[in-house]
């Protein structure tokens, strides 16, 4: 059976949910209509409670972007856009700019248009904002040997802290994947956003982190919502 329809989502405050923005950073989570899932004890209608989550199947996702062309985007799956990815590299080689300011920079009058795609996930989440300085890394798997791209994406008021991001990512991939089984997706990516629910969020290959007040309060938030992309949360309604 193939299904279509047209769906309209207004992004509320980030203050209240943890799908909206902050000023003018975007945080694009539980945004598409889910099918119910089906297991041994039935259907499992259950909603989204602004700061819950859904319980979900896992599938394949094939997701086009457009948005102003000066913003940055970490999401789920693999970046198919060759124009995105030579742009992430550049500003990946950067050096930190002079004057850290968190002030939003004008949004570009000229569009983009990125294509993500992922299989074997459970859900799709992506973030963007005009501000982000991006840093990129590389993890060799313990098992495999595979190389997995790693990517920290954080605003300059929060630059200094951040700077080890991609260290940090790829310690907990290394570890959790020692112990568990090599990590199955090729990248791995943490943004700096507020969210209104705890310290940090993960979805498939991303996760977003709140405010830190350290580099150690920030590196232990990242390793815990690494560690989700190999536990991901799945409760039955009555846990909910």
Same mark, same amino acid.
């Given at each position: 059976?193939?299904?279509?329809?047209?769906?309209?989502?207004?992004?509320?405050?980030?203050?209240?949910? *943890?799908?909206?923005?902050?000023?003018?950073?975007f945080?694009?989570?539980?945004?598409?209509?889910?099918?119910?899932?089906?297991?041994?004890?039935?259907?499992?209608?259950?909603?989204?409670?602004?700061?819950?989550?859904?319980?979900?199947?896992?599938?394949? $996702?094939? /997701?086009?972007?457009?948005?102003?062309?000066?913003?940055?985007?970490?999401?789920?799956?693999?970046?198919?856009?060759?124009?995105?990815?030579?742009?992430l590299?550049?500003l990946?080689?950067?050096?930190?700019?002079?004057?850290?300011?968190?002030?939003?920079?004008a949004?570009?009058?000229?569009?983009k248009?990125?294509?993500?795609?992922?299989?074997?996930?459970?859900?799709?989440?992506? $973030?963007?904002?005009?501000?982000?300085?991006?840093?990129?890394?590389?993890?060799?798997?313990?098992?495999?040997? *595979?190389?997995?791209?790693?990517?920290?994406?954080?605003?300059?008021?929060?630059a200094?802290?951040?700077?080890?991001?991609?260290?940090?990512?790829?310690?907990?991939?290394?570890?959790?994947?020692?112990?568990?089984?090599?990590?199955?997706?090729?990248?791995?990516?943490?943004?700096?956003?507020?969210?209104?629910?705890?310290?940090?969020?993960?979805?498939?290959?991303?996760? /977003?982190?709140?405010?830190?007040?350290?580099?150690?309060?920030?590196?232990? /938030?990242?390793?815990?919502?690494?560690?989700?992309?190999? $536990?991901?949360?799945?409760?039955?309604?009555?846990?909910?």
């Open positions: 059976a193939v299904v279509k329809t047209p769906f309209r989502v207004k992004l509320p405050s980030g203050s209240i949910s *943890r799908m909206g923005h902050v000023g003018e950073s945080q694009i989570t539980q945004w598409y209509p889910k099918p119910a899932v089906f297991d041994k004890e039935g259907w499992k209608p259950i909603p989204y409670l602004t700061q819950g989550e859904f319980y979900s199947e896992f599938g394949s $996702f094939d /997701v086009s972007i457009t948005l102003p062309k000066n913003y940055v985007v970490g999401s789920t799956g693999d970046l198919q856009t060759q124009s995105e990815i030579d742009w590299n550049e990946a080689k950067k050096p930190l700019p002079e004057q850290l300011t968190n002030d939003f920079p949004s570009s009058a000229e569009m248009t990125i294509r993500y795609k992922q299989s074997k996930v459970h859900d799709f989440g992506w $973030f963007a904002d005009k501000r982000w300085i991006v840093r990129k890394g590389e993890k060799q798997m313990p098992h495999t040997g *595979r190389t997995v791209t790693t990517w920290a994406m954080f605003t300059p008021q929060n200094k802290m951040w700077e080890k991001g991609t260290e940090f990512i790829g310690d907990a991939l290394y570890t959790y994947s020692y112990w568990t089984g090599d990590y199955p997706y090729n990248h791995c990516t943490a943004v700096d956003g507020t969210i209104s629910a705890g310290g940090g969020m993960e979805y498939p290959n991303v996760t /977003v982190i709140g405010n830190s007040s350290s580099e150690f309060q920030l590196a232990t /938030v990242i390793i815990h919502e690494v560690g989700h992309n190999f $536990f991901p949360m799945i409760v039955n309604s009555d846990e909910r």
